[in-house]
């Protein structure tokens, strides 16, 4: 059992963040992220979003957010099959797409992730410290 949930004990801060990571090779999944509890998590490439408020924030890797991801959407996976083919179906492929990704096969590479944070406590870890990362973008709210 482990858990990595991350507990905001500090302040909201002053502007919230938009921080943009372009994952081009499987090396990029080992970086930190820390997801805040009002951060949104999107994979625009595969329509794919963590609604803020829907998990607690927690302090992982890419990849490590990529599999939760995929685990909590096959939680009702087998009710859905059973009730919404359909539904079921796409709902098992945005599972395949995710673990690929988190594998990082190279038929999913390149992808973006976005957090999108109004408390502005989430972030992705700089590879290239501390020199600039031409794959991270982090702009703050005006």
Known sequence: WS????IFGGEIQEKGCRIELK?????????????GDFSTVSFPEIEFEIPCNSQKGEITTLEGLLRTAAERLAYDQKYRM??????????AEIISKLNNMADGASECLPFTLVMDDPSGNSYVENSNAPNVDPMLTTKYYL
């Open 3 to 6: 858990n990595n949930e991350a």
């Open 23 to 35: 994952v081009k090779a499987k090396e990029d999944l080992d970086r930190q992220v820390i997801k």
């Open 82 to 91: 059973q009730n919404d083919p359909n539904l079921g179906l796409a709902v």
